[in-house]
């Protein structure tokens, strides 16, 4: 069965480092999207991206945050100067497979990101 | 905000079958209800989805008042593996752009051998 996998699983960073968190999303979905999970809280929408561009974000993603589809496999989470309040749980996902119905979203495992 | 309301918690006996309430009184018409689980902090899993039809597939049971204010999640025979944090969520199915899902706390739902 078709999954949407994440590289990589943890990753360990200094405060204002760059980080890219990197994301294969199902082949032949057409939407993708980033959220986070902070210990202990909710599942927080961050963006969705669709014909290679931005079509939401949340409050959340700032000018520190971007995203990029590079080539037609990899999506990727770039934040710029990683805070300490960015140490969350990171999934990416995607939906709506090309020519036929289905919205709903596939999530992967996450990468758990920590900022020392 | 989450449009929905769930009780925080809930237990089960291996073998019986979950269900798991939801409460969504301001649901619009356009509106599904989706239900996802997630299993101790691993990436959320699609369970089942519907708009006012009850609904079933190999993992449970969507069932929708006819007013459409609520709903139950019904899972057959839970299995320790069931053990999660389940969600129930609304949300246009074609939104246009707006895909997004707003999550609530969920029920952490304990499955007892």
């Known amino acids: 069965e078709p999954e949407v996998t994440q590289t990589p699983s943890h990753q360990v960073t200094q405060m204002g480092q760059e980080v890219i968190l990197r994301c294969v999303p199902i082949?032949?979905?057409?939407?993708f999207y980033w959220y986070r999970q902070i210990l202990g809280q909710k599942v927080e929408f961050l963006v969705s991206?669709?014909?290679?561009?931005?079509?939401?974000k949340s409050e959340i993603f700032d000018d520190q945050f971007s995203v990029e589809r590079p080539d037609g496999s990899n999506f990727t989470l770039k934040i710029r100067s990683t805070k300490l309040e960015d140490s969350a749980m990171y999934f990416c996902?995607?939906?709506?497979?090309?020519?036929?119905?289905?919205?709903?979203?596939?999530f992967g495992q996450g990468t758990r990101l920590t900022v020392v | 905000d989450a449009k929905t309301t769930q009780p925080p918690s809930m237990d089960c006996a291996e073998g019986r079958a979950a269900n798991l309430p939801c409460n969504h009184s301001?649901?619009?018409?356009?509106?599904?209800v989706y239900w996802y689980r997630q299993i101790h902090s691993q990436g959320p899993q699609y369970i089942i989805h519907?708009?006012?039809?009850?609904e079933t597939n190999e993992m449970a049971s969507l069932i929708i008042t006819e007013d459409r204010k609520s709903s139950t999640l019904i899972l057959p025979h839970a299995t320790l593996r069931d053990t999660a944090v389940y969600y129930c969520?609304?949300?246009?199915?074609?939104?246009?752009?707006?895909?997004?899902?707003?999550w609530g706390l969920g029920t952490s739902l304990a499955v007892n051998p």
């Open positions: 996902a995607s939906s709506d497979p090309q020519g036929r119905l289905g919205t709903e979203a596939f």
């Open positions: 082949s032949n979905h057409l939407y």
């Open positions: 991206f669709y014909n290679n561009e931005i079509s939401e």
């Open positions: 301001t649901i619009s018409g356009n509106e599904y």
């Open positions: 519907g708009l006012k039809n009850n």
């Open positions: 969520i609304v949300r246009s199915y074609n939104a246009g752009n707006n895909r997004k899902l707003i």
